[in-house]
């Protein structure tokens, strides 16, 4: 089996920063693309970020310039480093991986369970 799990959500002010990180555990044999996505309430969920396994990232429009995501694939980690936060986006954020397990030749997608961010004065 394969978990996703996401730390370091919380509240933080307006223009402050936040690091989230998301780490993959379990059969793992090989990880492809990483990505964190967010929902708000009330509003679909969104893709945010991905990072390929070559390092190659894509961002969303909203956080470029701000966000940063990274990986470690010695620690099967994907990170989110969020700086000048703003209000709009307070969300919950997920993780998402493209994993292939062992023994299993298919990749599948994984999710995180989620966690808060809130940005507000």
């Known amino acids: 089996q394969v978990q996703l799990v996401e730390s370091g959500g919380g509240l933080v002010q307006p223009g402050g920063s936040l690091r989230l990180s998301c780490a993959a555990s379990g059969t793992i044999s090989a990880i492809g693309t990483m990505a964190w996505y967010r929902q708000a309430p009330g509003k679909q969920r969104e893709l945010v970020a991905h990072?390929?396994?070559?390092?190659?990232?894509y961002y969303t429009d909203s956080v470029k310039g701000r966000f940063t995501i990274s990986r470690d694939n010695a620690k099967n980690t994907v990170y989110l480093q969020m700086n000048s936060l703003n209000p709009e986006d307070t969300a919950v954020y997920f993780c998402?991986?493209?994993?292939?397990?062992?023994?299993?030749?298919?990749?599948?997608?994984?999710w995180g369970p989620g966690t808060q961010v809130t940005v507000s004065s």
């Open positions: 998402n991986a493209d994993i292939k397990s062992t023994g299993f030749s298919t990749w599948d997608y994984y």
């Open positions: 990072i390929v396994s070559d390092g190659e990232t």
